[in-house]
């Protein structure tokens, strides 16, 4: 059973960088066919898809958010991590990492969640 952990500031100031760590357990996040994904959701609101990264580094984004997000990877550690710059409190909501086995959009395996502040 693949488990998922975010880890990161819980508070930013506006203007800069959010960066989140997504620590995987139970499997590789270099299997094959494997999507890992962050997700938000706004205080109010639906979720919102960030972006994924391929089990091959194959990075894929939304395009609302495309211009300030940046999702890499450390395999010998087996973590993923999501950057999005330029935050503003728009950009405050609990965020998600979560695991797609086939690339089929269903996430199967979902991380806690961590809330995410944006505020002076």
């Known amino acids: 059973q693949v488990q998922l952990q975010e880890s990161g500031p819980g508070l930013v100031k506006p203007s800069q960088t959010l960066s989140l760590t997504c620590t995987v357990s139970g499997g590789s996040i270099t299997t094959k066919s494997y999507y890992w994904n962050w997700i938000r959701q706004p205080p109010g609101k639906g979720l919102e898809w960030i972006g994924r990264?391929?089990?091959?580094?194959?990075?894929y984004y939304n395009p609302s958010l495309k211009s300030r997000t940046s999702i890499s990877r450390d395999t010998s550690r087996n973590q993923f991590t999501l950057q999005l710059s330029s935050v503003t409190p728009e950009d405050t909501a609990v965020y998600y990492c979560?695991?797609?086995?086939?690339?089929?959009?269903?996430?199967?395996?979902w991380g806690q969640g961590t809330q995410v502040t944006v505020s002076s």
């Open positions: 990264i391929r089990y091959d580094g194959n990075t």
């Open positions: 979560a695991g797609d086995s086939r690339g089929s959009w269903y996430f199967g395996s």
